[in-house]
């Protein structure tokens, strides 16, 4: 199972946590999906992480806007391409 089916997969049945994405690369066959989950899941104790891991049952907040920035010192955001 590759990175873009398991979003793919979570999505459609509804999941809206990285973490299920997670979960599902960890159940794979695939040695590379399982060392991807291992990556990402320790990604998810870091805190400014942890809004995009959320567990099952945890509260939803409403946020004023649809997108979410985190600014990080020494991390760059992308350079718009024309």
């Known amino acids: 199972m590759d990175l873009h089916r398991a979003v793919r997969d979570a999505v459609?049945?509804?999941e809206r946590s990285l973490?299920?994405?997670v979960e599902r690369l960890g159940a794979s066959e695939s040695e590379a999906a399982r060392d991807a989950a291992d990556a990402l899941e320790?990604?998810?104790?870091f805190g400014l992480a942890r809004p995009g891991f959320s567990?099952?049952?945890?509260?939803e907040i409403e946020l004023p806007s649809s997108v979410l920035?985190?600014?990080m010192t020494g991390l760059a955001m992308p350079v718009p391409v024309d």
């Open 55 to 59: 567990q099952v049952g945890a509260v």
């Open 19 to 21: 973490l299920r994405v």
């Open 69 to 71: 920035t985190i600014r």
């Open 42 to 45: 320790v990604l998810s104790d």
């Open 12 to 14: 459609r049945a509804g």
